[in-house]
């Protein structure tokens, strides 16, 4: 297993950034396919992007497309989620996770290698 944690989170007014990090150790990370989720109040954990072991593939739900990019840096083992455009919405904890296996997982049930998350409060 992948240990990961997640950073980067805070409050933002509307309309702001953010860039949330995920930092991987105990693995060779690079193997890993990774994906972020978040859980907004009250609500199930939903699927946002994804991205291959290499970074050539990447997926993003559309409730964010547009506004969130996922990238990662194999060298620093490090994923990153950059958000501009931020809603109330938005508002949730943030989850990174990592799959083994190169592919395009959209459920939380494909992956086994959570982080902590990291709180993300977008004010109106």
């Known amino acids: 297993q992948v240990r990961l944690v997640e950073s980067g989170g805070g409050l933002v007014q509307a309309g702001g950034s953010l860039r949330l990090s995920c930092a991987a150790s105990g693995r060779t990370f690079s193997f890993y396919s990774v994906g972020w989720f978040r859980q907004p109040p009250g609500k199930e954990r939903e699927f946002i992007a994804t991205?291959?072991?290499?970074?050539?593939?990447?997926y993003h739900a559309d409730s964010v497309k547009g506004r969130f990019t996922i990238s990662r840096d194999n060298v620093k083992d490090m994923v990153y989620l950059q958000m501009n455009s931020l809603k109330p919405e938005d508002t949730a904890v943030y989850f990174c996770?990592?799959?083994?296996?190169?592919?395009?997982?959209?459920?939380?049930?494909?992956?086994?290698?959570w982080g902590q998350g990291t709180q993300v409060t977008v004010s109106s």
């Open positions: 991205i291959n072991y290499n970074g050539q593939n990447t």
């Open positions: 996770a990592a799959n083994p296996v190169d592919d395009t997982w959209l459920r939380p049930g494909a992956y086994g290698s």
